[in-house]
């Protein structure tokens, strides 16, 4: 008895230094199909156990005119504000390995322990902050950036073989539906919302990658698209297209949707005051336990004409 005593408390203090460089090495990976840090700005800045994150818009009325000299009527300026709570939600998800594994471990020299569990953990833990960033959680009152109810949204129309389907769309009409949204947004919004990123369901991305822009080109349509619509024309900054297989079917009547927006802060957000962390480990019975959490909101669309949903495509 006195031994296996021994055995769990010298095992401990050896986790405890492996756990530290298991940890180091496992926030090191980056998953190359883990898409939201770069779909949308991502705020770590509110305090880690905050029930809510509030956060306000402001709008400016008033209109200068021409005035007499003898005038005695004064125009205004005023500023509206308006303001919102995000409520902050804790997930968890953590590793652990048994006094067994421990202790072989400790008879070796140099022997360290695996770090695929804690990184089985971080990934774990990346993909439900996926989930939520792009689809919500209906258990938690979320909504994503495919389904935000509060972003205008459009039928595409239909090409000249009368559907609206890319498949069936020559790539002029495609780049026309493209820059039809991009350009809708912008003068919907009196030309201050210009959209910066394109996100297309895997289909659609595929078929403009590999379509020729012309029967007498040797540039697809995608790349065409990169250089020549109303974003980088204005800007001389090249367009944004990522592909999102979630668009897939989230379109109205089950369709396929186009999305585009201005990748900006104060268009979108998505808070998480606590990113994924774990902490120090604790003995339970004969096993080792490494807790992991973390704490996160939903995507706040903060400036709805910032986005569009183009659906039918």
Same mark, same amino acid.
């Given at each position: ?48 156990? =905050? #029930?809510?994150?509030?956060? &306000?818009?402001?709008?400016? !009325?008033? *209109? @200068?005119?021409?005035?007499? +000299? ?20 804790? =997930? #968890?998800?953590?590793?652990? &390995?048994?006094?067994?594994? !421990?202790? *072989? @471990?400790?008879?070796?020299? +140099? ?203």
């Amino acid at each position: 008895m006195l031994k296996a005593t021994f055995d769990a408390q010298a095992a401990l203090g050896f986790l405890v230094s492996q756990v530290s460089s298991i940890e180091s090495e496992v926030y090191a990976i980056r998953y190359a199909d883990i898409q939201y840090p770069r779909l949308v700005p991502v705020d770590t800045s509110a305090y880690p156990w =905050a #029930k809510t994150v509030t956060y &306000f818009t402001t709008d400016q !009325v008033g *209109q @200068a005119d021409w005035m007499n +000299g003898d005038s005695s009527d004064m125009p205004f300026a005023e500023i509206s504000r308006a303001k919102y709570e995000t409520t902050v939600e804790s =997930a #968890k998800i953590g590793y652990r &390995f048994s006094l067994e594994e !421990v202790n *072989q @471990a400790m008879m070796v020299p +140099g022997m360290n322990l695996p770090a695929d569990k804690a990184a089985a953990a971080r990934r774990a833990a990346d993909e439900l902050v996926e989930r939520v960033v792009v689809s919500g959680d209906s258990r938690k009152g979320f909504l994503g950036l495919v389904n935000q109810a509060v972003v205008p949204q459009t039928a595409v129309p239909n090409g000249a073989s009368g559907s609206p389907l890319w498949a069936q769309k020559t790539p002029a009409e495609i780049l026309a539906d493209v820059n039809n949204a991009l350009v809708g947004a912008w003068a919907s919004s009196a030309q201050v919302e210009l959209h910066d990123t394109v996100l297309l369901p895997v289909a659609q991305y595929g078929t403009i990658a590999s379509m020729p822009r012309s029967s007498t080109s040797d540039t697809t349509v995608i790349t065409y698209l990169q250089t020549n619509n109303v974003y980088t024309s204005t800007t001389g900054q090249p367009l944004t297209i990522r592909t999102l297989r979630q668009l897939k079917g989230a379109g109205a009547g089950g369709t396929d949707r186009m999305v585009t927006y201005r990748r900006d802060p104060q268009v979108l957000k998505f808070h998480m005051p606590m990113p994924h962390q774990f902490f120090p480990p604790q003995q339970r019975m004969l096993e080792f336990v490494i807790p992991g959490m973390m704490r996160l909101g939903g995507l706040d669309v903060r400036l709805p004409r910032g986005m569009s949903y183009n659906d039918g495509i």
